[in-house]
């Protein structure tokens, strides 16, 4: 039997990370990689996370079985109006990873007028990294997989089957609900946090000429609130862009709020800024929001080394002899002009507390995680 063939286009964190998904239950399918950026797809051939790299969209489209958009959403609503007049398997399953679903859908309407099977899906797990490099197979572990599927779709719950299938290998919980349902709760959950952090980074620039301290002292909460400020730009352009209703609304209220605020502040009104924070903390306090966060978080390791030329080589000298896979590694500010905090980022949990144990029998380096 001919083996199932997978086109997944725009490679980076979200599409390599489903390949991964999709090879782990689907052994015998043929990946092909769609990408722009040609380093792209050379890493995922090398990383095994491909089988072939191709320009042919079309082609490919027309001889695949699944293909799956996980490009920046507008290029997504682009191909999806193009594909229309191609010639695809009447078989085939198409699907999407965009982080909006409202114009993906209404994309997708005249392949849906022509019988092709279409379900819009986010993956609501990711990272502020971009990438295949940062691809791994567990990343939507746990995580919600939200699914809008068409609901003229004639045998709309064989298509979700079908879905649910492929995307086995995910381990995520999948979640039908409505593209307008979807795009409300995601805007007000992850679109206007990124806004807001964005936000906040950029009231900073202005700020640290002035206070060059600042950035040095830029800690705790600051970096809590602003990790997702260093997602990729055209993505988010994308998610604003298409989500564009629904962020009005929720910046306005977000105004609002502020406008309040500043009255509070500038009447000196103890009373309502107690209330302000308190509410915020009853809200905050009662969310299922677990220690790890909704989305996994990538795991990092902490090491304070001396400031010498050959200290890294030395520390992953010592996880590549235990065969301990590093998927990022980046060197911190240093601390007091003494230590430098090395920080070496892993797959998993299992990774982390191997490398670990490892650099402390080795070593007399300090290392902690969160
Ligand atoms: N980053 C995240 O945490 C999440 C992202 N998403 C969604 O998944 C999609 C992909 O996101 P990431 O993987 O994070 O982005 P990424 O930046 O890591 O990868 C996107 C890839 O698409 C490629 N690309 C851009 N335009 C293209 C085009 N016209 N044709 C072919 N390739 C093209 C880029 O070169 C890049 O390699 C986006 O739609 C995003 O909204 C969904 C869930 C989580
Ligand atoms: O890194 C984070 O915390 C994210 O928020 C990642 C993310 C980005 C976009 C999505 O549509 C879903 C998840």
């Not at 090491?303 to 200290?311: E, W």
Request: net charge negative; charged share 20%.
């Amino acid at each position: 039997m001919e083996k199932k063939r997978v086109v997944i286009i725009g490679l980076g964190l979200i599409g390599g990370s489903i390949a991964l998904a999709i090879r782990k239950k689907h052994p015998a399918v043929t990946i092909i990689g769609i990408d722009l950026d040609q380093k792209q797809l050379k890493i995922a051939c090398a990383l095994g996370i491909i089988d072939e790299a191709s320009n042919e969209i079309k082609k490919e489209a027309e001889n695949a079985d699944l293909i799956v958009f996980s490009c920046p959403v507008k290029a997504t609503e682009t191909f999806l109006t193009q594909m229309v007049s191609w010639s695809l398997k009447p078989t085939v399953l198409v699907t999407d990873t965009g982080s909006t679903k409202g114009s993906i859908m209404d994309a997708a309407a005249g392949l849906l007028a022509k019988g092709i099977h279409f379900i819009g899906a986010h993956p609501m797990a990711g990272s502020h990294k971009s990438g295949v490099q940062a691809a791994k197979v567990d990343l939507f572990e746990n995580a919600y997989y939200l699914i809008t599927p068409a609901d003229n779709q004639p045998d709309s719950q064989a298509v979700v089957e079908e879905f649910k299938q492929w995307f086995d290998g995910t381990a995520s919980k999948f979640l039908i609900l409505s593209p307008a349902e979807h795009d409300q709760i995601t805007g007000m959950l992850s679109h206007l946090p990124h806004i807001i952090a964005a936000s906040l980074v950029n009231q900073t620039t202005d700020f640290s000429v002035k206070y060059p301290l600042a950035k040095r002292l830029a800690a705790g909460g600051f970096r809590d609130m602003t990790r997702i400020a260093s997602s990729d730009p055209t993505m988010w352009t994308d998610i604003l862009l298409s989500n564009n209703q629904v962020l009005i609304q929720l910046v306005t209220n977000w105004r609002d709020e502020m406008s309040q605020l500043l009255e509070m502040l500038e009447s000196n009104d103890s009373k309502a800024i107690y209330h302000f924070f308190d509410q915020a903390k009853e809200t905050r306090d009662a969310m299922p929001i677990h220690k790890e966060g909704a989305l996994p978080a990538f795991f990092d390791l902490f090491i304070d080394v001396p400031d010498y030329p050959g200290v890294i080589s030395e520390v992953t000298g010592y996880l590549a002899q235990e065969k301990i896979s590093v998927i990022n590694l980046k060197i911190l500010e240093t601390r007091e002009e003494i230590n430098g905090i090395l920080q070496l980022t892993f797959q998993n949990q299992e990774d982390l507390k191997q490398a670990k144990s490892c650099i402390q029998k080795n070593s007399s380096y300090h290392c902690y995680n969160k």
